[in-house]
């Protein structure tokens, strides 16, 4: 069993930054994949980053590519999602899941899932 606990979030206003954090704990998070996904209120969840578990494969939605980046520590079984030049836009619940399928953009490719936290960006 894995078990995911997200911090971090909070309210920015518009080109400010913030980093997210996912602690874990449980068995063989080296070997996991990690993703982040993000849902607005009435919206499906999306897909935001990926990072394989020896943190050599991200990828990354368009909508935040060059502007987040996902890395980890696998000996601090954390992983992070840093995100810069915030936009309205990106105004989310975001949630960070683990997995052991490669590339995977669905939710459903993923086994656990952290809370979520709330992320608000003002204009």
């Known amino acids: 069993q894995v078990q995911l606990e997200e911090s971090g979030g909070g309210s920015v206003q518009a080109g400010g930054s913030l980093r997210l954090s996912c602690a874990a704990s449980?068995?063989?998070?080296?070997?996991?994949?990690m993703g982040w996904f993000r849902q607005a209120p009435g919206k499906e969840r999306e897909f935001v980053a990926y990072?394989?578990?020896?943190?050599?494969?991200?990828y990354y939605a368009d909508s935040v590519k060059g502007r987040f980046t996902i890395s980890r520590d696998n000996a601090k079984n954390t992983v992070w999602l840093q995100m810069n030049s915030l936009k309205p836009e990106d105004t989310a619940v975001y949630y960070c899941?683990?997995?052991?399928?490669?590339?995977?953009?669905?939710?459903?490719?993923?086994?656990?899932w952290g809370q979520g936290t709330q992320v608000t960006v003002s204009s």
């Open positions: 899941a683990a997995g052991r399928a490669l590339f995977a953009t669905r939710p459903n490719q993923y086994d656990y």
């Open positions: 449980g068995r063989t998070f080296s070997t996991d994949a």
């Open positions: 990072i394989s578990g020896n943190s050599l494969i991200t």
